[in-house]
């Protein structure tokens, strides 16, 4: 995967710009894993220095996708979320996963997603 656009139609994504603290933001994503992964968000958290994200591999197109991203949103947008559709859903400046996660979940492809997920049941 080399850019953003690979991951349209599979995934939601969170980018955080952390311009201090990485580790909480980190921490935090860590922390609601299960939500992230039943939202099929991947998540990257952008410093100056590094990339770090629960993607498996980062090569180096997805990298400067990624910061690409980030740079050319408002000034104060430092938490981005993108839908499945690649569209940008919401940006904020704080990373406030219950507030993505309400956001994610009134989008209709999410509740289409759990309609199916309780008819398998």
Do not use: C, Y
Request: glycine share 8%.
């Amino acid at each position: 995967m080399e850019s953003l656009s690979d991951l349209q139609w599979e995934n939601r994504i969170i980018l955080v710009k952390a311009s201090s603290n990485p580790e909480e933001a980190v921490g935090l994503l860590h922390k609601f894993r299960d939500g992230v992964a039943e939202r099929d968000v991947l998540w990257f958290v952008v410093t100056d220095q590094a990339i770090e994200s629960n993607l498996q591999t980062m090569t180096a197109g997805m990298a400067e996708s990624v910061r690409q991203k980030l740079e050319v949103q408002p000034e104060g947008a430092s938490v981005i979320l993108v839908g499945k559709d690649g569209g940008i859903k919401d940006r904020g400046s704080e990373l406030d996963l219950e507030r993505l996660f309400s956001r994610i979940d009134q989008m209709p492809m999410r509740l289409r997603e759990m309609r199916e997920q309780d008819e398998g049941e």
